[in-house]
């Protein structure tokens, strides 16, 4: 079955402990991303990945770090949470960029609170 | 800049009844426009995509989207809900030759009994 698996899904922390959420994929997609989603504004880009050893800065890459040291893994790094990072985070993946319409797919989500 | 504006950040209805969650865009560049679906505890689904050809696209439950280039929208419809399509429902634009999506804020969709 096609997925996208991410863990934790559900994960209290305190500030300034660091913290890594995985997501791995299982479709051989060359494209991966980060999102958080945030009531009213709805989902915004992290970080994305074209391909292994290949990242970029989304929206809000700011207190995040990523590595894509392998294919199908691409986790999530908060060096130092704090407070302003809760928040329910998706992982995503597709077979390559939007030129060709791919659609995304998506993790079930982490539910992260920094207190 | 690019932008996706969902109207309705909730849309109560009750079942059986009509529905249409409205999806403006706005882009420089040309666009592929998808609606995803999020029922809850769950990730996105991809309910239905244009990227060409006809502008009006259906998914398999029921839903349908008209692509209209004038007006820059993409309204998402369903002739008679059910309570199952309670969820939220995000609208998307892909923009074309690039890795970027953006995502609308998304619309909570309510089916009453």
């Known amino acids: 079955e096609a997925q996208v698996t991410q863990n934790p899904r559900y994960l209290i922390t305190v500030t300034g402990k660091k913290l890594t959420v995985t997501c791995s994929q299982n479709m051989n997609h060359e494209y991966m991303s980060w999102y958080r989603q945030d009531p009213g504004l709805g989902l915004r880009q992290i970080y994305y990945?074209?391909?292994?050893?290949?990242?970029d800065k989304g929206d809000v890459p700011e207190g995040y770090k990523v590595s894509r040291k392998e294919k199908r893994n691409f986790p999530l790094i908060l060096e130092s949470p704090s407070p302003n990072q809760t928040s329910l985070y998706f992982c995503a993946s597709s077979l390559g960029p939007t030129v060709s319409g791919n659609t995304i797919y998506f993790g079930e989500g982490s539910w992260l609170t920094v207190v | 800049a690019q932008s996706v504006t969902q109207l309705d950040s909730q849309v109560p209805v009750f079942e059986e009844a009509p529905v249409e969650l409205r999806c403006n865009y706005s882009s420089s560049v040309s666009v592929y426009l998808f609606w995803y679906v999020q029922y809850p505890n769950q990730g996105l689904q991809l309910l239905l995509k244009?990227?060409?050809?006809?502008?009006l696209v259906e998914s398999i439950n029921g839903f349908e989207a008209e692509f209209n280039k004038s007006q820059t929208s993409f309204h998402l419809r369903k002739p008679s809900v059910h309570i199952s399509d309670t969820a939220e429902y995000f609208c998307?634009?892909?923009?074309?030759?690039?890795?970027?999506?953006?995502f609308g804020t998304g619309t909570r969709l309510k089916v009453l009994a």
């Open positions: 244009y990227l060409s050809g006809s502008t």
């Open positions: 990945s074209m391909n292994v050893e290949v990242t």
């Open positions: 998307a634009v892909g923009l074309s030759g690039t890795y970027k999506y953006i």
